[in-house]
């Protein structure tokens, strides 16, 4: 194999084409998230804003699973393939949605394809390339979500205001022929078909226990969204279900924080729960208290693009190899201060840039996070237990975001969110300030949690050792 890059003639079409999916896949987070108030309001289902987030998450968690069943057995074009065309008709049925329940429905096929993607594409790096260009290709996939959190809120923004919120989903799929038409062939070409050697076993266990995590999920989200005395019933069925299948599915001791990789496996999942759940809260506040347009309320998170690509590059640097720990403490101090900031601009002397500058730093602390508690996973993990680990991180990613933004859209909703969709005082003054506030303070809360596991990721050695 010649000594060339990424971009070489061996591996041009290949990276190009991943990455593309990659960006197809930011690019869609960043312009949906823009678009989803006026999407809410126009459909009534405002009191379902965080559902809509989190059916992504919940569907999602189902497709990692299936992705690294199907991908061990046959290699990973298959399940690519099918999750771009996943991902494609749920933006579509959103789009076309008359009804929340539709636009919903919409999401969960997003998140399906979603899940099968991601999981898909690290095959496909494991697979295709050198271990030497591994971290290249994996710094490209960080690098590809940087133009498109600057620019998705503002075209997402644009389109919604000139051309409608439906508009924004129905348009993201007429980008899906670039990346099949630059990844596909060549996914078959150095990466398709089965492995080498015996494939892997299928487990059915794992299937049903991914199927049983988003069966409770699901059944979580909606008694929360219910929240009628008869509500109960489906939280207690979802927790029946879910807690074992998670508990089946994760290290032991995650739960109780134990050191080393149980802790890391937590502390990322507090992190990304605690810090999607309240960024998918910002555009809502801003345009309904403040009056922002979606172009600028999209601006005001835009930023933090380029900033959390910044964090990612800086826990890279050998030199800070050492201070992982000391890193990640202060990434999970910075978001916590960042979700505790935002909601201050519910306060209308506050000036609205304050969110801005607060999610720019909320970002840098997410890149030196995120990326370090993949960094040492790997560290930890037996090359054996790579892959089993990797969807554990995952899953508890997934897993987090969908259970604070059902519970943050419960705390919403519960507290008069829903009153946005009405057409009373409430409504017309952007709806109480409290149904907010209790979506940060629920993120705040998990995200100063996570600065405590962050002291947990290593394991401690004997005394003398």
Not at 239 to 258: H, I, Y
Request: charged content about 10%; some cysteine; aromatic content about 8%.
């Amino acid at each position: 194999m010649p000594q060339e890059g990424v971009l070489g003639r061996t591996f041009r079409a290949l990276s190009i084409g991943i990455v593309s999916v990659v960006v197809l896949i930011a690019f869609e987070a960043t312009a949906v998230g823009t678009a989803m108030p006026v999407a809410a309001r126009e459909l009534d289902g405002v009191a379902l804003y965080g559902f809509a987030f989190s059916g992504y998450f919940t569907t999602s968690l189902f497709g990692m699973v299936l992705a690294g069943q199907w991908a061990d057995r046959r290699g990973p074009l298959g399940a690519l393939a099918a999750g771009i065309g996943a991902f494609a008709a749920g933006l579509l049925l959103s789009g076309t949605a008359g009804a929340m329940w539709l636009f919903i429905a919409g999401r969960a096929v997003q998140g399906l394809g979603g899940g099968l993607v991601i999981v898909a594409l690290y095959v496909v790096v494991s697979r295709a390339y050198p271990e030497r260009l591994r971290p290249a290709i994996m710094a490209a996939f960080a690098a590809g979500w940087v133009v498109p959190a600057i620019v998705g809120p503002l075209v997402a923004g644009t389109v919604t205001e000139q051309l409608g919120w439906r508009w924004v989903f129905i348009g993201i799929p007429a980008l899906v022929a670039v990346p099949l038409m630059l990844a596909l062939p060549a996914i078959r070409r150095m990466a398709g078909g089965p492995p080498e050697g015996e494939p892997a076993r299928f487990e059915a266990r794992r299937i049903r226990l991914a199927l049983g995590i988003s069966l409770g999920a699901g059944l979580l989200q909606y008694a929360g969204q219910d929240l009628r005395p008869l509500s109960v019933l489906p939280a207690l069925a979802g927790l029946a279900v879910l807690v074992p299948s998670v508990l089946a599915l994760l290290p032991r001791g995650t739960f109780r924080a134990g050191r080393g990789l149980p802790s890391v496996i937590l502390l990322r999942g507090l992190a990304a729960g605690s810090f999607i759940a309240a960024e998918s809260f910002i555009p809502l506040m801003l345009v309904s208290r403040r009056g922002l347009s979606l172009t600028l309320a999209g601006l005001a998170l835009a930023v933090g693009g380029a900033t959390w690509a910044f964090g990612s590059y800086l826990q890279s640097r050998p030199r800070l190899e050492h201070r992982r720990e000391a890193l990640v403490r202060l990434g999970m101090m910075l978001v916590a201060a960042a979700i505790a900031a935002a909601p201050t601009v519910l306060i209308e002397s506050v000036p609205v840039w304050i969110v801005a500058v607060a999610w720019a730093w909320g970002c840098f602390g997410m890149g030196l996070v995120i990326s370090s508690t993949s960094v040492l996973m790997l560290s930890l993990s037996a090359p054996a237990e790579a892959g089993a680990n990797s969807a554990a991180l995952q899953i508890s990613d997934g897993l987090s975001n969908a259970l604070l933004l059902a519970g943050g859209g419960a705390a919403f909703a519960a507290l008069g969110g829903g009153a946005l969709s009405g057409h009373g005082a409430e409504a017309a003054t952007g709806g109480p300030a409290t149904a907010f506030a209790s979506v940060f303070a629920l993120s705040v809360l998990v995200a100063a949690v996570g600065i405590w596991v962050a002291g947990r990721l290593r394991t401690v050695s004997p005394a003398g050792v």
